[in-house]
């Protein structure tokens, strides 16, 4: 079969949220986690079958998708989990707002590395809890976690660690080592490790992708990884994704703090998934052949035409971190939208103003011409 990575359909006037912030201006949308390529033909079969059967009833995880995720997490990360493990949810940002109930009592604080996912940020701030962010190590280039740095912000009340694994917006694939000696920081401490791992189908290197649930166990922390099949097969839409927690207390904790107010997956949502982990892996090989020459193109761009602008190699994610302190804009994000190409900006994923993340998830023209708009502005 052959898979298109070379064209979109048009997204404008289908409630894209992407494509919606800047409707009516001649601005090119390269900020939030979506792709603008059409879902796997495989998924869109599956999809097509579940609708033609017509009856849309309240809908329980399907034994069939169950068994999908187990042989997925078992083949592709390398872990053993049972289904009574998996707790199914509309999308991991509910997810990891309910964690920060679940685990942390007023008076409580939850740690995390910056820069992050802005809703890594808010979700304690939500759960009316405290919050202790300690910023990435960058060395030659290289980004890393600063253990001496968490060391001294942790304190008695630090409950949770939340971890974004591989990292948006840098795009880092943690490795082992790290992992271990984050395990081993969370044991210590008594933290319950949240592994966001809803990237870690997107490794775009050799690299291993190392998930959290490697740790849990008698002598490893509680540990609560969320996994989607919504960025790497694009269905971020049909709000589908499932919290793995192998520890029945630390479970049954999450559960109950969900209680009432989380609702169900839909049929479509679990179609997707299954149909996504069970035949989409064809279609993945060629979407992460795309954005590796997304990527390496990006880079070599910013490199040899867009001076002031700094970014750092990405390991995974089709997302890249730029620094463009030195272009002295006060509104660096404002500057691109009036040329014409719509970022995310630094400040609400932690960093000092001047910082940017690009989504590079597209047709390479799409690229191109963004990309061109920037140098000409430049
Ligand atoms: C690290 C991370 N977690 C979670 C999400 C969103 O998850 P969901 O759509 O399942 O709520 C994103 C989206 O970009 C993300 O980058």
Redesign the pocket.
């Known amino acids: 079969m052959n898979y298109d990575f070379h064209t979109c359909p048009d997204r404008r006037g289908t409630g894209s949220l992407k494509w919606e912030r800047h409707a009516g201006r001649d601005i090119l949308p390269m900020w939030v986690?979506d792709m603008d390529f059409s879902s796997a033909p495989e998924i869109i079969t599956a999809l097509k079958q579940r609708a033609a059967h017509g009856v849309f009833g309240y809908t329980i995880p399907p034994s069939s998708t169950v068994d999908a995720v187990l042989d997925y997490l078992l083949e592709k990360h390398g872990v053993r989990v049972e289904a009574e493990h998996i707790v199914w949810f509309p999308?991991?940002?509910?997810a990891i707002n309910v964690a920060c109930r679940a685990f942390v009592k007023p008076g409580g604080e939850v740690l995390t590395c910056t820069p992050v996912?802005p809703?890594f940020l808010s979700a304690s701030g939500f759960a009316g809890v405290g919050l202790r962010k300690v910023p990435l190590a960058e060395n030659d280039g290289v980004w890393d976690m600063d253990f001496d740095a968490l060391e001294a912000a942790v304190t008695p009340q630090t409950k949770l660690f939340i971890l974004?694994n591989p990292h948006?917006p840098v795009g880092r694939v943690f490795p082992v080592g790290t992992m271990e000696r984050l395990a081993d920081f969370c044991v210590r401490h008594g933290l319950v490790l949240i592994s966001?791992e809803?990237?870690c189908d997107l490794v775009l290197d050799d690299l291993p992708h190392t998930s959290g649930l490697k740790f849990s166990g008698v002598n490893g922390p509680a540990v609560v990884s969320m996994f989607?099949p919504?960025?790497t097969f694009n269905l971020?839409g049909l709000a589908c994704?499932f919290v793995v927690i192998p520890d029945g207390e630390t479970r049954r904790a999450f559960q109950r703090a969900a209680r009432g107010i989380i609702t169900e997956v839909n049929a479509f949502g679990y179609a997707g998934c299954e149909a996504a982990l069970r035949h989409g892996w064809r279609w993945h090989g060629k979407l992460l052949d795309a954005l590796r020459s997304n990527r390496d193109f990006l880079e070599n761009f910013i490199a040899a035409s867009l001076p002031g602008i700094r970014t750092w190699h990405v390991e995974a994610t089709y997302l890249a971190w730029l620094d463009a302190r030195d272009l002295q804009q006060k509104d660096v994000c404002g500057f691109f939208e009036d040329c014409g190409v719509g970022l995310s900006d630094g400040v609400p994923f932690g960093a000092p103003p001047g910082f940017l993340r690009l989504n590079f998830g597209c047709p390479r023209p799409q690229l191109e011409e963004a990309l061109g708009r920037m140098a000409s502005a430049l």
Request: with cysteine; glycine share 6%; charged share 10%.
């Open positions: 986690a999308g991991l940002v509910p996912y809703p974004c948006n966001d809803i990237h989607a919504s960025k971020a994704a």
